[in-house]
């Protein structure tokens, strides 16, 4: 995204743009990938709500709550694209308002990875995290990315806390 500074991001929070739904896909190649053709759209306040599920020391990626929503709402897979977008929506939306703060420094992308694109960069993501006691890596020499080191002893479990309420 560009122009973040510039953009109401509670807005498009709010704007659920007709979600939730499901929508049959049909393209051979994605059905394989992904593993069915039900394809869940969930809005960009669902993520926020499960984003702000995590506690401080535990941490959760967008694929966990991918599969969540998925199970969820019955459908084979959740669509990954806006996963990433509503994501992002709400770090930002978060880091707009001056209380009410989603700890989204905690949802972490694919095998533990920092993400650029929030707020602050992954500087200040690794820095949130370190302050709850994680431990962040870097891999790679040119392309350097960052990690939550052993990220899968703190994954929360969102079906587990879904039980206990």
């Known amino acids: 995204m560009a122009n973040e500074e510039k953009k109401d991001f509670n807005a498009m929070l709010r704007d659920s743009k007709d979600m939730p739904k499901i929508q049959t ?8 990938k992904y593993g069915g053709d039900q394809m869940y759209f969930a809005p960009p306040m669902d993520y ?71 707020p602050g960069g992954v500087k200040a993501q690794k820095e949130k995290l370190e302050a709850e006691g994680h431990m962040v890596i870097s891999k790679g020499r040119k392309n350097i990315r960052y990690y939550v080191k052993d990220y899968e002893t703190v994954l929360f479990d969102l079906d587990e806390a879904t039980a206990r309420e």
Do not use: C
């Not at 998925?70 to 509503?86: C, L, M, N, Q, V």
């Open 25 to 32: 896909i049909t393209d051979p190649r994605s059905i394989e």
């Open 48 to 118: 926020d709500r499960v984003m702000r599920r995590i506690p401080r020391g535990k941490v959760i990626t967008v694929g966990n709550i991918r599969e969540y929503f998925a199970k969820r709402s019955g459908a084979d897979f959740t669509e990954p694209i806006t996963a990433g977008i509503f994501v992002s929506i709400a770090a930002w939306a978060s880091h707009q308002r001056s209380g009410d703060e989603t700890p989204y420094w905690r949802t972490l992308k694919a095998n533990g990875e920092l993400n650029e694109k929030y």
